[in-house]
């Protein structure tokens, strides 16, 4: 059963309450684009009452002063941020008001200081267009960086295979615009000692949330800092142990609004801090058939100090394979002939066995002889495990160098899982966890096991370096008995996680499909913490409903797509 949603009378009143508001955009209720919203990038359905196109920040403020005055009212309405929508967790989506960045929150500033600012409806890949003009980067993008728009990388506190080198996007965010519950704009960034009084003595609305999120990291710090994931990254919870830095005595709000989900306002602008563009890489590519060896490897791997580790499954390789002609279209004939012919040495090498996992190792810098060094050097260490490297030269583009092959398939396979496999539709419930490398070689014959049992076909690909792996199922989710496998596989699997002190988050956050997991993941006394947060910011639960600390397993069960 979907639970009831805002009525359609309701929705037509709306439209008229805003627009006798003032609001400048558009509000959108047919049908065609209900049912397009209803969607992102995750397994679940949730149908919107109304999508509501602001033009500028006067627009957003609107609405969240409109919701406030109507909650009393209408306790089921609620505004739910979305950029591109290619969210896995299922926190774009929702079954009131869906607030649409992407038409007209598409401006980018110029590139200034080693600084950019955007707004959220700006394509990543149209972002890092006008940064490489300054050979400049925003180096914590993920996977899908030709899909995704800025706000999503903010909202989830993205990473990608950059990460082991530089870290999540919450590093390098340096401001934000965010409106708040109040239906005001503020602007967010870090205050050292001085100003978080200056601010807190204001004794205004602004003043409040910092004084009260300020006085629960003091109170609560000892429990806040255990609490804090033991992985390179995470995206589960709130990030409450990065807030309040004592040592040098920084209050940074930006640390809880990353990765928040569009729980605690809405942002409308966000400045990043960029890094130089190194200009020459390399990739060493290792066909694994031990898994075993896997812990071994990674160790001597990581004293290399790579900028990237990134692995893929023989499921993941075959499936690039089958479906190759899908490339055509995305490349065009000579960039996929170009593909084709460089996969061959490749094919050949699976006629000697089929790999249990492709490894990438890449190094990146200044120069095409400093990059050949760092190769030849692991490539000597990993001698016994008969690695071999390719070098992406100096003449050549992204898309025709050796190397690219292997990212095309790293970064393309959620693609072609969701368009080719016929039969079947990706079923991202799995899909995210981090568990430290040292303690792979023993984690990953046991989640293969639990795959196993359930009959999953399912695709391992991640961030080796630091333990990050996407697991997404393909499943006939229409099919009952397929369904029936998604609560108890997930809780074995989450529960395997847990054992090794791992994240079941680190880079495509809680949604629908992870936020019921917060108190195993915490422990119910920080929960508690994390639910005091969202009171603070949204004492009236008016951003996005049902993620993070009021999520739950049977509204998010109740809500996973019937039909594809």
Not at 453 to 463: D, S
Not at 517 to 527: D, I, P, Y
Request: net charge neutral; proline share 5%; charged share 25%.
């Amino acid at each position: 059963m979907r639970s009831k949603s805002v009525g359609q009378t309701e929705s037509l009143d709306s439209k008229k309450e805003l627009l006798a508001l003032g609001f400048e955009g558009e509000l959108d209720d047919s049908s065609e684009t209900r049912d397009e919203f209803s969607h992102d990038a995750s397994m679940f359905e949730v149908r919107p009452t109304i999508v509501a196109r602001p033009k500028h920040s006067q627009d957003v403020q609107r609405l969240v002063r409109f919701v406030a005055a109507q909650k009393k009212h209408h306790p089921s309405l609620s505004l739910t941020g979305r950029s591109a929508g290619t969210d896995m967790a299922g926190g774009a989506i929702n079954d009131s008001i869906i607030v649409d960045f992407a038409t007209h929150f598409t401006a980018m500033q110029p590139v200034k200081d080693l600084h950019a600012t955007t707004e959220p409806g700006v394509f990543y890949r149209d972002f890092e267009h006008e940064t490489l003009k300054h050979n400049l980067l925003m180096p914590s993008y993920p996977a899908s960086r030709e899909l995704c728009q800025m706000g999503g990388i903010v909202a989830n506190n993205s990473g990608g295979e950059k990460s082991l080198e530089y870290g999540k996007v919450a590093n390098f965010v340096t401001q934000l615009k965010v409106v708040f519950a109040d239906g005001k704009e503020y602007i967010v960034k870090p205050l050292n000692k001085k100003q978080l009084e200056q601010k807190i003595n204001k004794n205004d609305y602004e003043a409040n949330l910092y004084k009260q999120v300020y006085e629960l990291c003091l109170r609560h710090e000892e429990m806040i800092m255990q609490a804090k994931p033991k992985v390179s990254k995470n995206s589960m919870g709130y990030s409450l142990w990065d807030v309040w830095n004592p040592q040098t005595e920084t209050f940074d709000l930006t640390k809880l609004i990353v990765g928040s989900e569009g729980t605690l306002g809405l942002v409308t602008e966000a400045t990043f801090r960029l890094v130089p563009a190194r200009p020459h890489s390399g990739l060493l590519v290792l066909f694994l058939k031990d898994v075993g060896k896997l812990g071994e490897l990674v160790n001597t791997v990581l004293t290399h100090k790579p900028a990237t580790f990134e692995g893929f499954d023989e499921t993941t390789l075959l499936l690039s394979i089958k479906f190759m002609p899908y490339f055509l279209k995305m490349l065009g004939f000579k960039k996929f002939f170009h593909l084709v012919v460089s996969l061959l040495p490749d094919a050949l090498q699976l006629l000697h066995g089929q790999p249990k996992m492709v490894l990438m190792v890449e190094f990146d810098g200044q120069t095409e002889d400093e990059v050949r060094e760092k190769v030849r050097a692991l490539h000597k260490s990993l001698s016994k495990h008969k690695a071999r490297y390719e070098i992406n030269g100096y003449e050549e583009t992204p898309t025709e160098g050796k190397s690219e092959k292997f990212w095309i398939m790293r970064r393309y396979a959620f693609q072609i899982l969701r368009k080719k496999v016929k039969d079947k539709h990706t079923a991202p419930y799995i899909d995210d966890f981090v568990v430290a490398p040292e303690h792979l070689p023993k984690f990953l014959p046991q989640l293969r096991r639990i795959i196993k049992k359930y009959k999953l076909f399912a695709t391992i690909q991640g961030h080796i370096g630091d333990g990050n792996f996407h697991v997404i199922p393909l499943m006939r989710i229409e099919d009952d008995r397929e369904r029936r496998k998604i609560a108890p596989s997930q809780r074995e699997v989450n529960n395997l996680v847990l054992k090794y002190g791992g994240s079941l988050s680190g880079e495509h956050n809680d949604g629908l499909v992870r936020g019921p997991w917060l108190e195993a993941q915490f422990g119910k006394s920080v929960l508690g913490l994390m639910k005091e947060i969202k009171t603070i910011f949204d004492p009236e639960n008016i951003f996005n409903p049902h993620k993070k600390t009021d999520a739950t397993w049977e509204y998010s069960y109740s809500h996973i797509r019937e039909h594809f």
